[in-house]
C-alpha cells in the first residue's frame, strides 16, 4: 500500500474543459455522487474526471511497483528465514496492488501497454519516496511501517470515493494492509528496543527518512492548486494537509513510545488547534527529486524497464493470434 | 553502471545513461479475463477483478495468485472479457432488466416455454436446435461486485438476457446484468479442491502473528 492519493501534477489551470461538457449529464452527474452512488465505467462522466482519476490511479500503480523495488532489495538479506518470507509476502503483496490497479485505471481507456510505456519512459510519476535507497534493513522497515502507514491514511479515505473499479481494488488492498502494517511496526519495534547498535541503525534509518515521509502526502494545501471540483465528485477524498496532519497524530506517539526521536526541532501538537505544527518541508527539493532528479530515479526505471524488456520474449512467444484486447468490465 | 543496495540489480549491470524511448507493442500485455471466485463451499460466485493472461489456463493460473492467495477461497471461475454481455448500467434503487428491448409478442415462441418448465424432452430438442446455457451475474449496488444468482438457457447473448429478464427479472434492485455462456468459462474442479488449502500454515503473512504490543510495555517498563 503505497498510493500517496495527491497526484503530483494536476492541472494548473483550475478547471480545464468543463464548458465544453453537456449541461444535462453533467447535472446527472453529480447528481449521482452526490447522493452516494458510485459511477461505474458504462456511465457518462466529464473528460476532467476521466483524465484526473487515470493519472491518480495510474500513478498509484506505478507506486505500487517501484516501491517493491527497496523493500525487494532486501528480501535476499533479511535476518532470519521468517523474515524473508515474510518480507517477500509483503513484496508480493505490493506487486499484486499494482495488478488490480493498473486494471482499475484501464476500465477508464488507457491500456496496460500505454501506462507502462509512460513508466519505463520516465514520462510518468509515481511516490517520490521511492526516489530514496534503502541502504540499511532499518531503512526497508521505516519504509514498510511508516510509508504504508501513509498510504493506509491516504487508501482509507479513497475507498470511499466516487469510481466503482477504484473503490473494488482498493478495498481488497486495504484488507492485505493490516498485515503490511503490523509487520512493519514489530520489525521497527524490534529493533528500537534491541541492542544499542540496533537502535543506532533505526534511529538513522528514521533520521534519514523523515523529510521525505514528511512530503509524501503532497505540497500543502495552502500551495497546491484548487481541488474543490475534485472534491466535490470524489475524486480526492481529503486534502493533502489533512492526511498529513492524521498521520502525525496516529504515528509520531508511536515512534515516540519507543524512544525513537524525529529530527525536527519544531514538530509538536498544537493542543489548541489540533495540528500539528512542523518545519515546512523543502518543497524545492521536493520537486527537483520527482523531475528525476534524485538519488534512485534512473535507478528504479532502468530495473523497471530491464524487467520489461528481459520478459518481452515470453510474452510474444505465448501471445496468441486469436487476442484481442477488450477494455475489462469493472 | 547503476550502482544498487541491491546485489541483484547490480548483476544485471544497467547502463547509466537514460534509454532511448521505446513504447510497448500491442497485446504485449495479453487480453484480459474476468475472475469470479467462491469464498466458501456453497456460496455464490462473486467477481473479484481482471487478470491479462495469454489463454484461460494462465488466466486461471494468475487469478489464483492473485485472488486465492491472501483471502479464504474454495473455487474460480475464469471467462475471457469479450465473452460476457451486458446491460446498461442503472441506479442503485433501479432494475437494469428495464433497459432491455421489449420484445414483440410471437407467436413462434413455444408457450409453455422448457427454459422454465421441467420439459425434458424440449430441453433435449432446444440444445439440438443450438441453444446454450449462460451463467447470469447481478450487481446489485454500484460499488459492490457482480454476483452469480443462476444459469439460463437461450439462442444468443441478447436472448440471454431476455430469458435472465424471465426468470430473475423480479429481483430488485439489479444495476447491471452480466450474461457469459457457460462453455466460455474455465472452472476449478471440486475434485482439486486441496489446492485452496494453501493458506493456514502462512502465518508469518497475518497481522495477528506479530504481537508487538508486548515488547512495547517491557522496554517502557525496562525505561521508566
Same mark, same amino acid.
Request: net charge negative; proline share 6%; hydrophobic share 40%.
Given at each position: 500500500?503505497?498510493?500517496?492519493?495527491?497526484?503530483?501534477?494536476?492541472?494548473?489551470?483550475?478547471?480545464? !474543459?468543463?464548458?465544453n461538457?453537456d449541461?444535462?449529464? *453533467?447535472?446527472e452527474?453529480? =447528481?449521482?455522487? &452526490?447522493r452516494?452512488? %458510485?459511477?461505474?465505467?458504462g456511465?457518462?462522466?466529464?473528460?476532467?474526471?476521466?483524465?484526473q482519476?487515470?493519472?491518480?490511479?495510474?500513478?498509484?500503480?506505478?507506486?505500487?511497483?517501484?516501491?517493491?523495488l527497496?523493500?525487494?532489495?532486501w528480501i535476499?538479506?533479511?535476518?532470519?528465514?521468517?523474515?524473508?518470507?515474510?518480507?517477500?509476502?509483503?513484496?508480493?503483496?505490493?506487486?499484486?496492488?499494482?495488478?488490480?490497479?493498473?486494471?482499475?485505471?484501464e476500465?477508464?481507456?488507457?491500456?496496460?501497454?500505454?501506462?507502462l510505456t509512460?513508466?519505463?519512459?520516465?514520462?510518468s510519476?509515481?511516490?517520490n519516496?521511492?526516489?530514496?535507497?534503502?541502504?540499511?534493513?532499518?531503512?526497508?522497515?521505516?519504509?514498510?511501517?511508516l510509508?504504508?502507514?501513509?498510504?493506509?491514511?491516504?487508501?482509507l479515505?479513497?475507498?470511499? !470515493?466516487?469510481?466503482?473499479?477504484?473503490?473494488?481494488? *482498493?478495498?481488497?488492498?486495504? =484488507?492485505?494492509? &493490516?498485515?503490511?502494517? %503490523?509487520y512493519?511496526?514489530?520489525?521497527?519495534?524490534?529493533?528500537?528496543?534491541?541492542?544499542p547498535?540496533?537502535r543506532?541503525?533505526?534511529?538513522?534509518?528514521?533520521?534519514?527518512?523523515?523529510?521525505a515521509?514528511m512530503?509524501?502526502?503532497?505540497?500543502?494545501d495552502?500551495?497546491?492548486?484548487?481541488?474543490?471540483?475534485?472534491?466535490?465528485?470524489?475524486?480526492?477524498?481529503?486534502?493533502?494537509?489533512?492526511?498529513?496532519?492524521?498521520?502525525?497524530?496516529?504515528?509520531?506517539?508511536?515512534?515516540?513510545?519507543?524512544?525513537l526521536?524525529?529530527?525536527d526541532?519544531?514538530?509538536?501538537?498544537?493542543?489548541?488547534?489540533?495540528?500539528?505544527?512542523f518545519?515546512?518541508?523543502d518543497?524545492e527539493?521536493?520537486?527537483?527529486v520527482?523531475?528525476?532528479?534524485?538519488?534512485?530515479?534512473?535507478?528504479?526505471?532502468?530495473?523497471?524497464?530491464?524487467?520489461?524488456?528481459?520478459g518481452?520474449?515470453?510474452?510474444?512467444a505465448l501471445?496468441?493470434?486469436?487476442?484481442?484486447y477488450?477494455r475489462p468490465?469493472? | 553502471?547503476?550502482?544498487?543496495?541491491?546485489?541483484?540489480?547490480n548483476?544485471?549491470?544497467?547502463?547509466?545513461?537514460?534509454?532511448?524511448a521505446?513504447?510497448?507493442?500491442?497485446?504485449?500485455?495479453?487480453?484480459?479475463?474476468?475472475?469470479?471466485?467462491?469464498?466458501?463451499?456453497?456460496?455464490?460466485?462473486?467477481?473479484?477483478?481482471?487478470?491479462?493472461?495469454?489463454?484461460?489456463?494462465?488466466?486461471?493460473?494468475?487469478?489464483?495468485?492473485?485472488?486465492?492467495?491472501?483471502?479464504?477461497?474454495?473455487?474460480?471461475?475464469?471467462?475471457?472479457?469479450?465473452?460476457?454481455?451486458?446491460?446498461?448500467?442503472?441506479?442503485d434503487?433501479?432494475?437494469?432488466?428495464?433497459t432491455?428491448?421489449l420484445?414483440?409478442?410471437?407467436?413462434?415462441?413455444p408457450?409453455?416455454d422448457?427454459?422454465?418448465?421441467?420439459?425434458?424432452?424440449?430441453e433435449?430438442?432446444?440444445?439440438?436446435?443450438?441453444?446454450?446455457?449462460?451463467?447470469?451475474?447481478?450487481?446489485k449496488?454500484?460499488?459492490?461486485?457482480?454476483?452469480?444468482?443462476?444459469k439460463?438457457r437461450?439462442?444468443?447473448p441478447a436472448d440471454?438476457?431476455?430469458?435472465?429478464?424471465a426468470?430473475?427479472?423480479?429481483?430488485?434492485p439489479?444495476?447491471?446484468?452480466?450474461?457469459?455462456?457457460?462453455?466460455?468459462i474455465l472452472?476449478?474442479?471440486?475434485?482439486?479442491?486441496?489446492?485452496?488449502?494453501?493458506?493456514?500454515?502462512?502465518?508469518?503473512?497475518?497481522?495477528?502473528s506479530?504481537?508487538?504490543?508486548?515488547?512495547?510495555?517491557?522496554?517502557?517498563?525496562?525505561?521508566?
Amino acid at each position: 500500500m503505497y498510493g500517496s492519493a495527491s497526484t503530483h501534477d494536476l492541472p494548473t489551470t483550475a478547471v480545464t !474543459g468543463l464548458e465544453n461538457e453537456d449541461p444535462i449529464l *453533467l447535472a446527472e452527474f453529480e =447528481a449521482r455522487i &452526490a447522493r452516494g452512488e %458510485k459511477i461505474e465505467p458504462g456511465d457518462w462522466m466529464p473528460a476532467l474526471y476521466r483524465k484526473q482519476l487515470t493519472r491518480m490511479i495510474e500513478q498509484h500503480a506505478h507506486s505500487e511497483i517501484i516501491g517493491s523495488l527497496p523493500e525487494g532489495t532486501w528480501i535476499t538479506r533479511a535476518p532470519g528465514f521468517r523474515r524473508k518470507m515474510a518480507q517477500m509476502a509483503k513484496v508480493q503483496d505490493e506487486v499484486g496492488h499494482a495488478q488490480l490497479l493498473y486494471s482499475a485505471a484501464e476500465t477508464l481507456g488507457k491500456t496496460r501497454e500505454q501506462m507502462l510505456t509512460d513508466l519505463i519512459n520516465g514520462k510518468s510519476k509515481y511516490s517520490n519516496v521511492f526516489n530514496y535507497p534503502t541502504p540499511t534493513w532499518a531503512d526497508s522497515n521505516v519504509i514498510s511501517w511508516l510509508i504504508d502507514a501513509g498510504a493506509i491514511v491516504n487508501q482509507l479515505a479513497n475507498a470511499k !470515493g466516487s469510481y466503482g473499479p477504484y473503490c473494488r481494488a *482498493l478495498d481488497r488492498i486495504c =484488507a492485505e494492509e &493490516a498485515f503490511h502494517l %503490523k509487520y512493519g511496526h514489530d520489525a521497527v519495534v524490534h529493533m528500537a528496543t534491541g541492542t544499542p547498535i540496533q537502535r543506532e541503525m533505526m534511529q538513522a534509518a528514521l533520521n534519514r527518512w523523515w523529510p521525505a515521509i514528511m512530503t509524501f502526502f503532497g505540497p500543502s494545501d495552502k500551495m497546491s492548486v484548487h481541488t474543490e471540483i475534485l472534491m466535490r465528485w470524489k475524486v480526492k477524498m481529503a486534502s493533502n494537509d489533512e492526511c498529513r496532519n492524521q498521520f502525525l497524530d496516529m504515528y509520531v506517539p508511536k515512534i515516540w513510545e519507543i524512544g525513537l526521536t524525529l529530527p525536527d526541532a519544531n514538530l509538536r501538537k498544537n493542543e489548541e488547534t489540533g495540528q500539528w505544527e512542523f518545519t515546512e518541508p523543502d518543497w524545492e527539493d521536493f520537486k527537483r527529486v520527482i523531475n528525476g532528479d534524485g538519488p534512485c530515479n534512473a535507478e528504479r526505471i532502468a530495473v523497471r524497464r530491464a524487467a520489461e524488456e528481459n520478459g518481452a520474449w515470453v510474452r510474444r512467444a505465448l501471445l496468441t493470434p486469436k487476442t484481442q484486447y477488450v477494455r475489462p468490465l469493472a | 553502471m547503476i550502482q544498487s543496495h541491491d546485489p541483484r540489480m547490480n548483476r544485471l549491470g544497467l547502463p547509466d545513461a537514460p534509454a532511448p524511448a521505446v513504447a510497448k507493442e500491442a497485446l504485449d500485455q495479453f487480453g484480459t479475463y474476468e475472475v469470479f471466485h467462491q469464498k466458501k463451499e456453497g456460496a455464490p460466485f462473486v467477481y473479484v477483478g481482471p487478470v491479462h493472461a495469454p489463454e484461460a489456463d494462465v488466466a486461471f493460473l494468475f487469478a489464483k495468485e492473485q485472488f486465492s492467495r491472501r483471502f479464504a477461497c474454495t473455487g474460480l471461475w475464469v471467462v475471457p472479457t469479450a465473452a460476457i454481455t451486458l446491460t446498461d448500467y442503472v441506479g442503485d434503487t433501479e432494475s437494469a432488466y428495464d433497459t432491455l428491448p421489449l420484445l414483440a409478442k410471437s407467436s413462434a415462441a413455444p408457450a409453455p416455454d422448457s427454459r422454465y418448465t421441467d420439459d425434458t424432452a424440449g430441453e433435449e430438442a432446444a440444445y439440438a436446435a443450438g441453444e446454450e446455457d449462460y451463467d447470469i451475474f447481478h450487481l446489485k449496488k454500484r460499488g459492490k461486485a457482480h454476483q452469480h444468482v443462476g444459469k439460463v438457457r437461450a439462442s444468443s447473448p441478447a436472448d440471454a438476457l431476455q430469458v435472465a429478464k424471465a426468470v430473475f427479472g423480479e429481483q430488485r434492485p439489479v444495476v447491471n446484468v452480466w450474461a457469459a455462456r457457460s462453455a466460455d468459462i474455465l472452472r476449478s474442479d471440486d475434485e482439486d479442491r486441496d489446492i485452496w488449502t494453501t493458506t493456514p500454515e502462512k502465518k508469518y503473512r497475518d497481522a495477528i502473528s506479530y504481537k508487538v504490543q508486548d515488547r512495547i510495555e517491557k522496554f517502557k517498563a525496562e525505561n521508566q
